[in-house]
């Protein structure tokens, strides 16, 4: 291929309305073109990489037994009615009508075509287990689309769904994909981690992510060396005990206009630690009231979990004194009423705690769990913190980082099958609901995550298994018939050989050559100039060896050089 056909346009400056690095790489090395807020254009050295990603999948995907389809990217509202998720999924859906007036959903996700198709086809145990996946396009309206291609409006996932007879065959199978995943990442030479995930709006038992580890990633990440990795919204934490004291009696403190527990703290000159937080929450709709530690901070995604609720938010002031009798900042447990109360593990430990007196303008201290007040539920309910020790080991503190999610793998149980009815008949003549779990990697935000990963001041390091060409030729002269002859000869050798071959023919200065070349970051460069050429020399570099200078070799060695290197 010839760098002066392709549509490569290069740009030297940086985009102004880009905002990581990888957005801006993309666009300047010429990968991709923004049409409008979370809509991109893919060009030829971008959609290149987005296929190799593709066959990478692939590969794995078939070792693991699955089988290609392809869905319709309009789904048919009625299908997402059976589950729920035509409300579930808000905004995020784009919805439409057709000219009969029916609606329809554009897929931001298939597990209701999938689970369709199965119950219309599947009908013995003699069918299962089976897995399907497909590379197809996703549409999601996110409300704030960002990082190029990484959170977009419409982006290319592989999603896979597994369909069992049992749960063990699914969990079996779930760390199959695990597996799977796990090699496809490392292939690439990507840093991730494999973390315990909160299941969104696909739902499910159990999941976990997989985080490209990146300082400027979206998601916070804690891990510990005992191999427990969770999501910080889905990080457990243990009990914090606390050195017992004697439960002395209650008193008010006069605390005029001073609400936030970091100032009572200050004023009463005590810790934060010794404080019962006190919100209330509206959970579909109804109040409820939940406790954590002054230094602490409620985990709204557990506690949507722990009341099963569908939605969670913060009450407003008139809620919070129609059910303490006191204004925000003033509000705590005791002498509550006809109102579900959920302390976290950590607060019923606190002895003589202070908190909120249900009175404007004061606090009372010395309360006890038990004898001045209660709780429906006793839980896990908050954020983790630094300092926080490990849940599974209970010996190292967890370390935090930061990660791009890439992967996503769910155990979905019978959540799918159950709303749409997908059934087997077993062995005995039963009917069984079909147990599913489901598998998506994102193969455009991966590719983003891969330039976060691997680049330079100068430009993107490809990985060798995703880079849109292996081998970049750069003749300093493609008009010098010797020049070209040689670079035409290790072309023509290469391509036999099956690598994927960039010729730079432009009519370019060499140093806008060797710029851009680093800025696309294809592996290998071989330069062939008339002064190394007239000692039957060439010159070959490779992209990630940054700081060393090209290394001569023989023109009827590099071939076989490269080849070397390239396995
Ligand atoms: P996020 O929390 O980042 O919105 P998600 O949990 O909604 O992701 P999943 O529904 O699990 O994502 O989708 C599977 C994969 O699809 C993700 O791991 C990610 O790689 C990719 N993905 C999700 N949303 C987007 C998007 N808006 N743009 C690009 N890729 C996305
Ligand atoms: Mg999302």
Same mark, same amino acid.
Not at 346 to 352: C, K, T, Y
């Given at each position: 291929m010839f760098f002066s056909k392709l549509l490569i346009p290069t740009l030297k400056e940086i985009p102004a309305d880009t905002d990581i690095i990888s957005a801006k790489l993309m666009i300047r090395s010429g990968m991709v073109r923004k049409l409008a807020s979370g809509l991109y254009e893919f060009l030829p050295l971008g959609t290149r990489v987005l296929k190799k990603i593709e066959n990478i999948l692939r590969q794995e995907m078939n070792i693991v037994g699955g089988q290609e389809i392809m869905l319709p990217l309009i789904s048919p509202k009625e299908l997402w009615e059976e589950t729920g998720r035509w409300n579930i999924y808000g905004k995020e859906l784009f919805r439409f009508k057709d000219r009969k007036n029916t609606e329809f959903c554009l897929t931001p996700t298939a597990e209701e075509p999938v689970t369709d198709l199965i119950r219309k086809e599947i009908k013995s145990y003699k069918q299962l287990p089976l897995m399907l996946y497909q590379f197809r396009t996703k549409f999601r309206d996110e409300i704030r689309p960002r990082f190029g291609v990484m959170r977009s409006k419409e982006f290319l996932m592989k999603d896979a769904y597994s369909f069992h007879t049992n749960e063990a065959d699914l969990e079996k199978y779930y760390n199959i994909m695990i597996n799977a995943y796990k090699n496809i990442f490392i292939k690439c030479g990507f840093k991730f981690r494999v973390v315990e995930a909160t299941s969104g709006a696909i739902g499910g038992s159990f999941s976990h992510e997989f985080m490209i580890l990146a300082d400027n990633g979206e998601e916070e990440i804690v891990w510990c060396s005992c191999g427990y990795g969770a999501n910080v919204e889905k990080a457990e934490t243990l009990m914090i005990e606390q050195v017992k004291e004697k439960k002395i009696s209650l008193e008010e403190l006069f605390t005029p206009n001073i609400s936030a527990v970091k100032d009572v703290a200050k004023f009463l000159k !005590? !810790? %934060?630690?010794?404080f019962i937080k006190t919100m209330v929450y509206m959970a579909d709709n109804v109040p409820v009231v939940v406790l954590v530690r002054g230094d602490h901070e409620v985990n709204e995604i557990k506690l949507q979990s722990i009341l099963t609720a569908n939605e969670i938010f913060i009450a407003n002031e008139q809620t919070v004194v129609s059910i303490t009798k006191a204004p925000v900042g003033f509000v705590g447990p005791l002498r509550l009423k006809n109102v579900k109360v959920i302390a976290d593990l950590? @607060? @019923?430990?606190? %002895?003589?705690a202070v908190t909120g007196a249900n009175k404007k303008d004061y606090h009372i201290k010395n309360v006890n769990y038990g004898r001045d007040y209660k709780a429906d539920i006793v839980a896990d309910v908050r954020k983790v913190i630094r300092g926080d020790i490990c849940p599974r080991c209970k010996k190292e503190d967890l370390k935090f980082s930061r990660g791009i999610e890439i992967g996503h793998v769910f155990k979905l149980g019978t959540k799918y099958s159950k709303s749409m009815s997908a059934t087997y008949i077993d062995s005995k003549g039963t009917k069984n609901l079909i147990v599913m779990g489901c598998y998506g990697i994102g193969i455009t935000r991966m590719l983003a995550a891969a330039i976060e990963q691997f680049h330079d001041d100068d430009g993107i390091i490809w990985p060798l298994c995703i880079a849109p060409f292996e081998v970049l030729i750069i003749p300093v002269n493609y008009f010098d018939a010797k020049i070209k002859e040689t670079t035409d000869k290790i072309c023509k050798e290469l391509l036999f050989e099956g690598v994927d071959v960039l010729i730079d023919d432009r009519d370019e200065r060499t140093g806008i050559k060797f710029k851009d070349a680093d800025l696309i970051g294809i592996p290998y460069r071989i330069a062939i100039g008339e002064k190394n050429l007239s000692n039957g020399c060439v010159e070959l570099k490779a992209r990630n060896d940054c700081k060393g200078g090209g290394k001569l070799l023989r023109v009827e060695d590099v071939v076989s050089k490269i080849l070397k290197l390239l396995k």
């Open positions: !005590l !810790l %934060p630690s010794k950590s @607060v @019923v430990e606190i %002895p003589n």
